[in-house]
Antibody, heavy 122, light 110 residues
Framework: QLQLQESGPGLVKPSETLSLSCTVS??????????WGWIRQPPGKGLEWVGS???????YYNPSLKSRVSISVDTSKNQFSLKVTSVTATDTAVYYC??????????????WGQGTTVTVSS | QSALTQPPSASGSPGQSVTISCTGT?????????VSWYQQHPGKAPKLMIY???KRPSGVPDRFSGSKSANTASLTVSGLQAEDEADYYC??????????FGGGTKLTVL
C-alpha cells in the first residue's frame, strides 16, 4: 500500500526558497501507475492545488504560482520534491503531498501525506 | 481560472440526507467528468470520497454519492452520521491541465 511522508524546514525566510520532499513507500516513484502532486492549505483557509507531475515527466502548475514553483523526482531516493522560490508570508501553509493514478483517477489524489507546516517569517 | 463555488456551510440531523453543490463553468466542471470530492476533519489530511463525478474509492461508504448536471456537481450524504461532520471540498480538472478547488463547505451534523 502506497504511503507518503513530507519532510523539510518548518521555517523559511521571506524571499528565500521553500524546499520540501515527499518520500514514497510501498511503490516506485518511477511507476507508470501513479502521478504525484502537491496541495497546500493556508491557516484557516481552504485547499489549493500547487502542481502535479506525471510518469511522462510532464508537470503542471497552478497559474497563480507557475513562475515560482517546480516539482521534480529523485528516483534514487524514491522521492519527489517541491520548490517555491521568492516566498512571502502568503506562502505560509500546511503542504501536503499526494498521489493518484490507475487506482482511482489521474486528476484526484487517493493517497496523501500527513502534511507539513511551513511558516514564512524573518 | 476562478475557484469553484461551494456554499460555506450545510447541515442536517442524524439519519437525514444533505447535498452540497459545486458550481463551475464549461471550462471545468461542465467540460470534463473529472470532479472529485474530499472530506477533511480538523487537523487531518483530506480524504478522497468521490472521483470522476460519481465513483467511490474502496472503503468509502455508499452513503456518499456524487452527480453532475451542466456546470454544477453535487455531493449527497445520506443517512447522516456524527462522523460525517467535516469540511468538504470539490475539485475539477480544467482547461490547460490545471486543477481547481472549491472554497469548501463545513458540514454540521445537528
Amino acid at each position: 500500500q502506497l504511503q507518503l511522508q513530507e519532510s523539510g524546514p518548518g521555517l523559511v525566510k521571506p524571499s528565500e526558497t521553500l524546499s520540501l520532499s515527499c518520500t514514497v513507500s510501498g511503490g516506485s516513484i518511477s511507476s507508470s501507475r501513479y502521478y504525484w502532486g502537491w496541495i497546500r492549505q493556508p491557516p484557516g483557509k481552504g485547499l489549493e492545488w500547487v502542481g502535479s507531475m506525471y510518469y511522462s515527466g510532464s508537470t503542471y502548475y497552478n497559474p497563480s504560482l507557475k513562475s515560482r514553483v517546480s516539482i521534480s523526482v529523485d528516483t534514487s531516493k524514491n522521492q519527489f520534491s517541491l520548490k517555491v522560490t521568492s516566498v512571502t508570508a502568503t506562502d505560509t501553509a500546511v503542504y501536503y503531498c499526494g498521489s493518484g493514478g490507475d487506482s482511482s483517477s489521474w486528476y484526484a489524489m487517493d493517497v496523501w501525506g500527513q502534511g507539513t507546516t511551513v511558516t514564512v517569517s524573518s | 481560472q476562478s475557484a469553484l463555488t461551494q456554499p460555506p456551510s450545510a447541515s442536517g440531523s442524524p439519519g437525514q440526507s444533505v447535498t452540497i453543490s459545486c458550481t463551475g463553468t464549461s471550462s471545468d466542471v461542465g467540460g470534463y467528468n473529472y470532479v472529485s470530492w474530499y472530506q477533511q476533519h480538523p487537523g487531518k489530511a483530506p480524504k478522497l470520497m468521490i472521483y470522476e463525478v460519481s465513483k467511490r474509492p474502496s472503503g468509502v461508504p455508499d452513503r456518499f454519492s456524487g452527480s453532475k448536471s451542466a456546470n454544477t456537481a453535487s455531493l449527497t450524504v445520506s443517512g447522516l452520521q456524527a462522523e460525517d461532520e467535516a469540511d468538504y471540498y470539490c475539485t475539477s480538472y480544467a482547461d490547460s491541465n490545471i486543477v481547481i478547488f472549491g472554497g469548501g463547505t463545513k458540514l454540521t451534523v445537528l
